[in-house]
């Protein structure tokens, strides 16, 4: 499984960032995959994740309303469209993937994913 991120940058608060994951060596489909960030002295937290094979989202409340998570099946790549950005969105930003059907608190609250990307920086300023 390999996992890699691009999109990540310097953004006003207010703006927008569209992160991508390129996913590979693996069947898409069969796998949750998610957002997990990590801002400095502060815990993981996870942001959000899709099931490939469902559909079914989650979203931490911290980004609900501001942030969309789309998976391409296709193009083996997963999405995260971030508007509305705030200075607290400040962190890493990692893609992470699990083989699993459904999403559950275990995958996309706890974080207990196999694979994770080397990750990509957001920095909001306010």
């Known amino acids: 499984v390999q996992l890699v991120e691009s999109g990540g940058g310097l953004v006003q608060a207010g703006g927008s960032l569209r992160l991508t994951c390129a996913a590979s060596g693996f069947t898409f489909g069969d796998y949750v995959l998610g957002w997990v960030r990590q801002a400095p002295g502060k815990e993981r937290e996870g942001v959000s994740c899709v099931s490939n094979g469902r559909g079914s989202t989650y979203y931490a409340d911290s980004v609900k309303g501001r942030f969309t998570i789309s998976s391409d099946n296709g193009a083996n790549a997963v999405d995260l469209q971030m508007d509305n950005l705030k200075p607290e969105d400040t962190a890493v930003y990692y893609c992470?993937?699990?083989?699993?059907?459904?999403?559950?608190?275990?995958?996309?609250?706890?974080?207990?994913?196999?694979?994770w990307g080397p990750g990509t920086q957001v920095t909001v300023s306010s």
């Open positions: 992470v993937a699990v083989r699993a059907r459904y999403i559950t608190n275990r995958y996309c609250v706890q974080m207990e994913y196999d694979s």
